[in-house]
């Protein structure tokens, strides 16, 4: 099998089997969980479909040889069956809804993974759902108002594409070690054995992006994660090889489509 990307911890914790429960009457399970930092899931699947919200933090999740970045007042659409493994770096806490698999395809729910901008209706119902003090007629109902909601949510540009060839691999491993790297794609090519024109080649083709842009997508997920620990702009834009904070700023509100404060928990 080819390798991906090694961007996750060891796995430390099990999943939970709320995801392989398909009793039938319950179309979406809701539940609230405290990550510590440090916290990685084991790596698995599970026949419901899931929305990882965060709050006050940010995550992080593999799934096959891509990375998404979720921050602050994100969500993570997880399809039904899709191999993933979430992890932290700093406390977070997260609500979750599990969706039996009948109820995505009926409510149109997205069929790949997505980082989603929450909304405060759907935080407002899901909080109400994890209260534990609903019936089952009151969850059912507020069941399908999430439902409505998850599909009208914008997608956010949150991910960072992994490669397959070995070489390509072994490069991004690199940054994803080493964020601030600043050698060239040359100097890169041949630490991995393989030449500058090849290397070039397979980020674009497996990537859809070029090396460049691979690479200042990754600076500008790697500082996400850090303003969410308290990083200041500064510090990352030093850090990270931009000129000044200003053009670290205008980098990445060009990159997300907001300055680095609208994502500081």
């Not at 026949?47 to 990375?67: K, T, W």
């Not at 039904?80 to 729910?109: D, F, I, K, M, N």
């Not at 069941?143 to 070489?167: N, T």
Request: aromatic letters at 8%; proline letters at 8%; one cysteine or more.
């Amino acid at each position: 099998m080819p390798k991906h990307v090694e961007y996750l911890p060891n796995a430390d914790a099990p999943p939970t089997g709320i995801g392989f429960d398909l009793t039938p009457g319950r179309p979406v399970i809701a539940r609230r969980e405290e990550f510590r930092g440090g916290y990685t899931v084991e790596p698995h699947s599970h026949p419901r479909a899931q929305l990882a919200m965060c709050y006050n933090g940010v995550m992080r999740l593999q799934a096959g040889e891509d990375v998404w970045i979720i921050p602050h007042k994100h969500a993570i659409w997880i399809p039904s069956g899709a191999e993933h493994q979430l992890s932290t770096q700093g406390p977070v806490l997260t609500h979750h809804l599990y969706v039996a698999p009948a109820y995505v395809r009926r409510a149109g729910l997205p069929q790949s993974v997505t980082v989603l901008r929450t909304t405060p209706l759907l935080r407002g119902v899901v909080e109400r759902m994890v209260d534990g003090a609903l019936s089952r007629a009151e969850t059912r109902r507020l069941a399908w108002v999430a439902l409505d909601e998850i599909g009208r949510l914008k997608p956010a540009q949150m991910h960072l594409p992994g490669g397959r060839d070995p070489r390509l691999v072994a490069a991004m491993a690199i940054f994803l070690r080493h964020p601030e790297e600043r050698r060239g794609l040359g100097e890169i090519a041949h630490q991995v054995g393989t030449s500058e024109r090849t290397l070039a080649r397979l980020f674009t083709s497996e990537t859809g992006k070029s090396f460049r842009d691979w690479r200042a997508r990754r600076r500008i997920l790697f500082a996400l994660e850090r303003l969410e620990q308290g990083e200041s702009s500064t510090d990352l834009a030093a850090r990270l090889g931009y000129s000044s904070p200003s053009a670290f700023i205008a980098a990445f509100k060009r990159d997300l489509g907001a300055p680095p404060s609208a994502f500081r928990g």
